[in-house]
């Protein structure tokens, strides 16, 4: 079946530490997204990429990092600059800004 | 910048009823608009595309419109099942990736 998954579903983060977050895509989208979403805030964008080897941060991109090494897949990594990453992450694909398709989501926490 | 703003927040209606969503946004300058549905701690559920050259969409019990000129459109769901209870969210791409409404929460009620 084609579709986002997005692993893990949830993951705790300890102070100072990094961690990366997994979307992969078997959609065939040039384009991938993620979103980060805070209760009463709506989705706000933290990264995006429309083709392999190429990225464009969104509006709240300050203590993340992306990568986009294969057209499959767009990790992001949460990085301790990030004061406060408690939060879900949504990662979406689309073809050329058409139709978009979201992942179920990780939920990450600090401990 | 784009903005999009939905109303009302939250609403509660009683099965069977048909109600309308309300989704408005700033810059008429779009390719198209998406409605999605999100049930509590999942992710994003396509609903309906509707393209810029569109006045509406359909599918099921959902029928979605689309007015550019007035940076408007509306999702009717017709009459109302308590599976239908969700969050509702709407967003735009335009030259930027999809900006989305903070949501509306719909309860049916049985």
């Known amino acids: 079946d084609g579709g986002i998954t997005q692993s893990p579903k949830y993951l705790f983060r300890k102070e100072g530490q990094n961690v990366t977050l997994s979307c992969e895509q078997n959609?065939?989208?040039?384009?991938m997204y993620w979103y980060r979403q805070d209760p009463g805030q709506g989705l706000r964008l933290i990264y995006y990429?429309?083709?392999?080897?190429?990225?464009q941060k969104g509006d709240i991109a300050e203590g993340y990092s992306v990568s986009r090494e294969k057209k499959e897949s767009f990790p992001l990594t949460v990085t301790s600059a990030q004061k406060n990453p408690t939060a879900f992450y949504l990662c979406?694909?689309?073809?050329?800004?058409?139709?978009?398709?979201f992942g179920q989501g990780t939920r990450l926490t600090v401990v | 910048k784009q903005e999009v703003t939905q109303i009302p927040a939250a609403l509660s209606v009683p099965e069977g009823e048909n109600l309308v969503l309300n989704c408005s946004f700033t810059?008429?300058?779009?390719?198209?608009l998406q409605w999605f549905r999100q049930d509590p701690g999942k992710g994003l559920t396509s609903l309906l595309l509707?393209?810029?050259?569109?006045r509406e969409q359909t599918s099921g019990r959902l029928n979605a419109s689309l007015d550019k000129s007035s940076g408007r459109s509306t999702l009717y769901i017709a009459a109302s099942q308590p599976g239908d209870s969700a969050t509702y969210l709407c967003?735009?791409?335009?030259?930027?990736?999809?900006?989305f409404g903070k949501g509306t929460r719909l309860s049916v009620i049985a």
């Open positions: 979406a694909s689309s073809i050329d800004g058409r139709e978009a398709f």
């Open positions: 990429s429309q083709i392999v080897n190429d990225f």
């Open positions: 967003a735009v791409v335009g030259n930027t990736p999809l900006v």
């Open positions: 810059d008429s300058a779009i390719y198209n």
């Open positions: 959609l065939n989208h040039d384009a």
């Open positions: 509707i393209q810029s050259s569109q």
